[in-house]
């Protein structure tokens, strides 16, 4: 198993050593953008007139982008040209049909439907499987899950396992659930009314963490005995698999694609954003075992996404999905992968950002309410971060804290900024930029202040709040 010490695992700067080399990119890059660099007083009025929500920011202002890994890849040559294969044919594809192998190949689930992104698997499976009353249990629901699950006038109960709560606890697999809580709810009063288990690998909303197979295992174990569904939400689903490799005793040695399937094995069905691990711009698919529960899931589809053979995708995009989703699980770009991201959070912790560890593999979480201790929660600490990050260096974050994930003035468990990494788009020298400009902001700490709320307190009031800085020097509670 992996040690994940709390040093940072090579130095900052090119060295021959083995440490560099395990981290450097497996591609090398055919086509490039240019990136804009503005100065810090440029973005302080861009901040200003973005009223410092950082989803109102423009692209075009931004250096470095690790606002979300969803949506962001950079795909492959053989991606591109496989675009130019899509056939755009409204009923039966041959796109479609390409698709469909891929993903049976993959999961080994019979039945394979086409989506436009995750969410709206998400509520098609939901509205198929679940009615009014209902539970839903998960290592964590994903906002959109859980907003989907809620819509239906269910309930999305959270049960993460103890280890998760501690962001410095270094157990493998804090992705896991919490088997007894989850036992307890079924033998509760409330067992009769659970719709479905989810587990969503690897768990985003706990801080990317992978889930284990024996954990998987257990979950199907207790499914079965009381009879509830097993579903994944897959939209990490290789890079779950490749740190289940890395670290559940007896799985070294396994190809990624072979953990995956035993993982899609023990599951009922899946739905995955494919804006993930499918390694291109937009798609998803659910995926089931039961034909009847497809067939209903399908008359969803064509009312709210389109025909069976394209559901609500181009052609084009099917091609680059069955590309990706055969790309996704290289070994080579899977060890990459996590490489970097354990690079990054140690080389962040020791900028002096607390991050939390052990580090999963497409964002590393800092923990600015660590960080900002003289910001109450209240008062938004993971804003003040992004902001501080943007102004500095044009670094784009989101803020997982009080502001994303506080509801009826709770606070939020943890003031989490997470810094995602897009698949395949920056090297190693702009995460080092990155890595520069933490330690520049980290040195300004205990100069930044909260942020109140002036404009809408919208549901999910963190895509369109309006902020406004607090003064320095004032009183906190
Ligand atoms: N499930 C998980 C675990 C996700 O991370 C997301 C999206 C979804 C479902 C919904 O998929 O966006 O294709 O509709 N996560 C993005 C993020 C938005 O930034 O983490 P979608």
Redesign the pocket.
């Known amino acids: 198993m992996h040690e994940f010490p709390d040093t940072v695992r090579a130095p900052l700067r090119r060295t021959n050593s083995v440490e560099w080399g395990a981290v450097m990119e497996p591609f090398r890059i055919k086509a490039v953008e240019p990136i804009p660099f503005l100065t810090p007083e440029k973005r302080q009025q861009i901040l200003d007139e973005a009223d410092h929500n950082i989803f109102r920011v423009r692209a075009s202002d931004v250096t470095i982008d690790l606002?979300?890994?969803?949506?962001t890849t950079a795909m492959s040559s053989a991606q591109w040209s496989s675009l130019f294969m899509g056939d755009e044919s409204y009923a039966g594809a041959s796109s479609y049909e390409r698709f469909e192998q891929t993903a049976k190949d993959l999961t080994g689930f019979p039945e394979i439907i086409p989506i436009?992104?995750?969410?709206?698997?998400?509520r098609i499976l939901f509205t198929e499987l679940l009615s009014s009353g209902q539970i839903t249990a998960a290592n964590t629901h994903?906002?959109?899950?859980r907003a989907n699950v809620e819509m239906l006038q269910c309930k999305a109960v959270d049960l993460p396992c103890p280890e998760a709560a501690d962001l410095t606890d270094q157990s493998p697999f804090k992705g896991n659930i919490d088997l007894d809580r989850l036992w307890e709810l079924l033998a509760g009063p409330d067992g009769e009314k659970l719709g479905a288990v989810i587990m969503?690998v690897?768990?985003?909303?706990g801080g990317g963490q992978p889930v284990s197979l024996a954990n998987l295992r257990s979950v199907q174990e207790v499914c079965q005995k009381y009879g509830v569904p097993l579903l994944l939400?897959a939209?990490?689903f290789a890079e779950n698999a490749h740190l289940i490799i890395a670290r559940e005793p007896g799985q070294e040695g396994r190809s990624p694609r072979e953990v995956a399937r035993t993982m899609f094995d023990l599951a009922d069905g899946c739905?995955?954003?494919?804006?993930?691990d499918g390694l291109a711009n937009?798609?998803?698919f659910i995926a089931l075992r039961d034909t009847e529960t497809a067939a209903r899931c399908r008359e969803l589809l064509i009312a709210w996404e389109g025909f069976p053979t394209y559901g609500g995708l181009a052609g084009r995009d099917l091609e680059a999905l069955a590309q990706g989703l055969r790309e996704v699980t290289d070994p080579a770009y899977l060890t990459y992968r996590a490489d970097t991201a354990r690079w990054f959070a140690d080389a962040l912790a020791e900028a002096g950002l607390p991050v939390m560890r052990p580090a999963g593999c497409?964002?590393v979480y800092a923990d600015a309410g660590r960080l900002l201790p003289h910001i109450p929660p209240a008062e938004f600490p993971g804003v003040a971060l992004v902001c501080e990050l943007y102004r500095t260096a044009g670094v784009r974050t989101?803020e997982f804290g009080t502001l994303t994930l506080g509801h009826d003035d709770q606070p939020a468990p943890h003031e989490l900024v997470?810094l995602?990494l897009p698949r395949r788009v920056y090297t190693r020298s702009h995460l080092e930029y990155v890595v520069e400009s933490v330690s520049d902001a980290v040195g300004r700490a205990e100069e930044l202040t909260g942020f109140e709320i002036t404009g809408p307190q919208a549901p999910m009031r963190h895509f369109t709040a309006r902020l406004s800085p607090l003064g320095k020097g004032r009183d906190i509670q």
């Open positions: 606002l979300t890994d969803s949506g436009h992104q995750g969410r709206a698997g998400e994903f906002d959109s899950t969503t690897t768990n985003n909303g939400d939209s990490r739905w995955a954003s494919l804006k993930k937009t798609g998803g497409h964002a989101v997470r995602a």
